[in-house]
Every structure is written in structure tokens, then in C-alpha cells.
């Protein structure tokens, strides 16, 4: 569909829910909403593409009006969660002609009122918890070719919701200065990637893409298809989509319990959720040198809170077994 068929569409939407909805109390400052997709557990908004931008605001050629939600990153059938508790009610109709993702729901709660559409809820009225499946994320790609797929979030009073949608990742006690076990099997020492060609594994390396990053995890050395171990106990989560590009390291999941809570990335797991056990079979390393010839081959780990995890990584350090 052309980019300008799906503007004439949104600013169509917009004016119909505007006259459809009455009265909403006015959404609350400064409580954080729950991951919305599977895969994009700090709910990371849509950047720009051919179709335009997913930020609150955004313009929408045509008519000169502004994105009146966001667009939190989802890939096509992923599993929708609530982002708070409260009221379901719809179905929301989003474009009015029937196509692939045309449909989504509205949760009023816990002092909000949010649409969630391009996604199909497990059903349209009842309670639902926060953190809750609500559904899955609808075939985006077969009516928007090329798109970032993404979930349309947008409050019911049309403020900006971004400052919500960062969740409250940390897990519910400090990380624990406890060491982790062996993470990939042939490397019981969790050794750390050092430099090559495509840059430094260690937490804080300036990552080479011009906006001056720093890595936020630590990448541990795993050959391709090598064993891989949960490094403590917890719950599983996922999938984790870190390049949202299909490609063949495009995989990974995350746990959260012990005090702990990580993501691993470039691995296929066994499962994405339910229970797991420090040093149980976790999954496999998945193909790293089909995408970066060359690369020392790694599991990227990082912690949900985004601080250093090298030190619960020591486990080997002087104490080989």
C-alpha cells in the first residue's frame, strides 16, 4: 500500500476514535507501563522508514497533522502483554476495511486509557493483569511491505504515553555479588571476547556506528553451535529480537530470578518460557560467522538494567575445574 494510502488512513482513524471516545481521566505521571511485545522488554519505539516515523508527534504528510501515538517495536506474531491492569473493551477497527492487522483492543485501568492496535487480543472485554497475555501481534509485513513492525499505542486521551513506556525492568532486589555458572560450553571460564574487526566485546566498548555508543552488555566467547547453560536460576522470557531483521542470529531470551535479570542474545533456546535451572541446558549458539565472517563468535549477555556484568561473569578466574 503507498505510504500516502496509510497517512490518509491514520488521519482518518485519528477523527473517528477523537468523536468515538468520551471522557477519559487524565493519564497518570511518573508509573512505568509493563513490556508490551515479547522481544522489546524496554518497549523501544520505531524509528523511521519509508512509511514515516513511529515517535509520539511525528508528521504525517498529506494534511499537515502530527502522530497522535507511538509505536512500540513488535515483530510479526509476537505475544502482546498489558501494560497495566484494567478493562478490556472492543474490538478497536483501526483502518475500517478488513485487512490483515485491522484489528486491536482498549484497556482502561490503574488510572489509564490506552488503545493497542495491529494486534489480535485473546478477547475483547473481561479484567486483565498487568503483564498478562493479552494476544499477538498481527502479520504487519503482508499489508506494509519493508515497515518496522510495531504495535500502535496510543492513549485514549491522545497525550504522549512515551514517558510510560519504559518498564520497570530492574529486577526486585540488587544484582547479587554471587558469580554465575559456565555459560557456553568450551569456555568454563566465561572468558570475555577481546578486539576484532568489527570491534571489543568488553562492557563499555565504543560501538563504530557514528553516534558515539558504548556497548551495554559483554559479549562471552561461544563457538557456533556450542552448548549453551542458564547462568542462574529464574524465568524465561522471549523471544529477544535484537537486530529485528530475520537473520540467522536474530534469537536469543531472557531470565529474570535469583536477583538477577539478563538477556542472552545470539542463541537459540530450548524454550521461552517457564523455569530453568543455574547450569541446565539453556539452547545452542547460533551461526555467528554466516553474519560477521571473521568475528570471534560470542553470546552477547546483558542485564536488564543495563550495568556491568563482568563481575558475576568471573566465575572461572583462578578456579578452574
Not at 478488513?98 to 489509564?112: L, P
Not at 479484567?127 to 506494509?144: A, D, E, N, S, Y
Request: with cysteine; proline share 7%.
Amino acid at each position: 500500500m503507498p505510504a500516502l494510502s496509510l497517512i490518509a488512513l491514520l488521519s482518518l482513524v485519528s477523527t473517528v476514535f477523537t468523536g468515538q471516545w468520551e471522557v477519559h481521566p487524565p493519564q497518570q505521571q511518573g508509573r512505568h507501563w509493563a513490556q508490551i511485545c515479547s522481544g522489546n522488554p524496554f518497549n523501544k519505539i520505531r524509528g523511521c522508514d519509508r512509511y514515516g516515523c513511529g515517535n509520539y508527534g511525528a508528521s504525517r504528510q498529506g494534511k499537515g497533522e502530527k502522530h497522535k501515538g507511538v509505536d512500540v517495536i513488535c515483530t510479526d506474531g509476537s505475544t502482546v502483554y498489558a501494560p497495566f491492569s484494567g478493562q478490556l473493551s472492543g474490538p478497536i477497527r483501526f483502518f475500517h476495511n478488513g485487512n490483515a492487522i485491522d484489528d486491536g483492543v482498549q484497556i482502561s485501568g490503574s488510572g489509564y486509557c490506552v488503545k493497542l492496535v495491529c494486534i489480535h487480543p485473546i478477547r475483547y472485554h473481561g479484567q486483565i493483569q498487568k503483564g498478562q497475555q493479552l494476544g499477538r501481534m498481527l502479520p504487519m509485513q503482508k499489508v506494509f511491505p519493508g515497515i518496522v513492525s510495531h504495535i500502535h499505542v496510543e492513549n485514549c486521551d491522545q497525550s504522549d504515553p512515551t514517558h510510560l513506556l519504559r518498564p520497570d525492568v530492574l529486577p526486585p532486589f540488587p544484582q547479587q555479588d554471587t558469580h554465575w555458572a559456565t555459560v557456553c560450553s568450551g569456555n568454563p571460564t566465561n572468558e570475555i571476547r577481546g578486539c576484532d574487526k568489527y570491534g571489543c566485546g568488553y562492557f563499555g566498548a565504543p560501538r563504530r556506528n557514528g553516534k558515539g555508543e558504548k556497548h551495554k552488555g559483554v559479549d562471552v566467547i561461544c563457538a557456533d553451535g556450542a552448548t549453551v547453560y542458564a547462568p542462574f536460576s529464574g524465568e524465561l522470557s522471549g523471544p529477544i529480537k535484537f537486530f529485528h531483521n530475520g537473520n540467522a542470529i536474530d534469537d536469543g531470551v531472557q531470565i529474570r530470578g535469583s536477583g538477577f535479570c539478563v538477556k542472552l542474545l545470539c542463541i537459540h533456546p530450548i524454550r521461552y518460557s517457564g523455569r530453568i535451572s543455574k547450569g541446565q541446558v539453556l539452547g545452542r549458539m547460533l551461526p555467528m560467522q554466516r553474519v560477521f565472517p571473521g568475528i570471534i563468535s560470542h553470546i552477547h549477555v546483558e542485564n536488564c538494567d543495563r550495568s556491568d556484568p563482568t563481575s558475576n561473569l568471573e566465575r572461572g578466574k583462578g578456579r578452574r575445574k
